[in-house]
C-alpha cells in the first residue's frame, strides 16, 4: 500500500513567522512531488511541484525535496492570516500510475494575526 | 484556472436512487479523475479516464460507474445511492501521465439521507 503521511495539525504560527509542513512517502520509486492549499469547504489548489532533489522556491513558498530519506516539505515565509487552510501533500508513484496522485490526509495551518 | 465545471454543486438524494454527476472540461485534457473526500480519509480516487471510452478502477470504486463518451466529459453514476456515499466529490483532469499535476474542479456536495 502505497501512502503519503502527513501530521494532522492543526499548525498555529504567529502572522510573519516561517510555518514548516512536513510529509513522507512510502514508495521510493516516487518521481514527482506536489503541495496543494485547500481552504474550508473549496477544492485544492496547486501551489508547487517538485521534481529533483533539493529546494525550490516560488515567492514566500519554498519545497523541498530529499528523496534519501522519502521526504518533501513546504516552508511558507512571513506567513499570513490568508495563509490559513489545509496543506495538501500528494505524490504521483510512477510506473504506470496513469497520473493517479496518493494524497496525505492535510496539514491544517492556522495564522494568527 | 483550469476550465473544470462539476454539476451539480449540491445535492440532497435518498437511499437507493441513483445518482449522476458531471465533470465537464474545456481543457482538452486526456486525463479526467474522480476523487472522494471524506474527513479522516482525505482524498481517494474513484475512477479515472485515459481517453474516451477509456477508464479504470481506482482504490474506492465499489458501487461507482463512469463513462466518458467525449474528451470534455467524464460521468459518475452512483447505481443505488447509500449512506457511505455521502462526501465531496471532486474532478480532476491532468494534461500528461508522469509529471503532470492535478488540476480540480470546484466539487458536489453529495448527501444520501
Known amino acids: 500500500q502505497k501512502e503519503v503521511e502527513q501530521n494532522s495539525g492543526p499548525l498555529s504560527v504567529p502572522e510573519g513567522a516561517i510555518a514548516s509542513l512536513n510529509c513522507t512517502y512510502s514508495?521510493?520509486?516516487?518521481?514527482?512531488f506536489f503541495w496543494y492549499r485547500q481552504y474550508s469547504g473549496k477544492s485544492p489548489e496547486l501551489i508547487m511541484s517538485?521534481?529533483?532533489?533539493g529546494d525550490k522556491e516560488d515567492g514566500r513558498f519554498t519545497a523541498q525535496l530529499n528523496k534519501a530519506s522519502q521526504y518533501v516539505s513546504l516552508l511558507i515565509r512571513d506567513s499570513q492570516p490568508s495563509d490559513s487552510a489545509t496543506y495538501l501533500c500528494a505524490v504521483d508513484p510512477g510506473g504506470g500510475s496513469q497520473g493517479n496522485l496518493i494524497f496525505g490526509k492535510g496539514t491544517k495551518l492556522s495564522v494568527k494575526p | 484556472d483550469a476550465g473544470i465545471t462539476q454539476s451539480p454543486r449540491h445535492k440532497v438524494t435518498e437511499t437507493g436512487t441513483p445518482v449522476t454527476l458531471r465533470c465537464h472540461q474545456t481543457e482538452n485534457h486526456r486525463y479526467m479523475y474522480w476523487y472522494r473526500q471524506d474527513p479522516g480519509h482525505g482524498l481517494r480516487l474513484i475512477h479515472y479516464?485515459?481517453?474516451?471510452?477509456?477508464?479504470d478502477k481506482g482504490e474506492v470504486s465499489d458501487g461507482y460507474s463512469v463513462s466518458r463518451s467525449k474528451t470534455e466529459d467524464f460521468l459518475l453514476t452512483l447505481e443505488s445511492a447509500t449512506s457511505s456515499q455521502t462526501s465531496v466529490y471532486f474532478c480532476?483532469?491532468?494534461?500528461?501521465?508522469?509529471?503532470?499535476?492535478?488540476?480540480f474542479g470546484n466539487g458536489t456536495r453529495l448527501t444520501v439521507t
Open positions: 479516464s485515459y481517453g474516451v471510452k477509456d477508464t
Open positions: 480532476a483532469i491532468s494534461e500528461f501521465t508522469l509529471g503532470s499535476p492535478l488540476h
Open positions: 517538485i521534481y529533483s532533489n
Open positions: 514508495d521510493r520509486g516516487s518521481q514527482s
